[in-house]
Nanobody, 124 residues
């Protein structure tokens, strides 16, 4: 069974930076697909950094592009999320997601293993 654990998060003032870290285990020596999602109160969960293939480039929504950077180590099944120039609207619970690749290295995130979440609070 794949286990996903996040660390980091916390409170910061607008304009500040935070880094979230995630480690997935339980998949042997093979590489997993990994991504970051967030869910604000009363809103649906949304992807903030998603990698469509193992070892591929992360894709970001326009709301975080240029401010967030995901860095994956496929050998260790870890992924960090560096968040800069944080805004109050970035306040949310952030979740790391892992999924087994399909058809080789393609990631469709249909069967997802979730971490427990890390709270990020940005004050104005």
């Amino acid at each position: 069974q794949v286990k996903v654990v996040e660390s980091g998060g916390g409170s910061v003032q607008a304009g500040g930076s935070l880094t979230l870290s995630c480690a997935a285990s339980g998949y042997g020596p093979s590489s997993l697909c990994m991504a970051w999602f967030r869910q604000a109160l009363g809103k649906e969960r949304e992807a903030v950094a998603i990698i469509n293939s193992v070892g591929g480039w992360p894709h970001y929504p326009s709301s975080v592009e240029g401010r967030f950077t995901a860095s994956q180590d496929t050998a260790k099944n870890t992924v960090d999320l560096q968040m800069n120039s944080l805004k109050p609207e970035d306040t949310a619970m952030y979740y790391c997601a892992a999924a087994k690749p399909v058809r080789g290295t393609y990631c469709n995130f249909k069967e997802v293993f979730w971490g427990q979440g890390a709270q990020v609070t940005v004050s104005s």
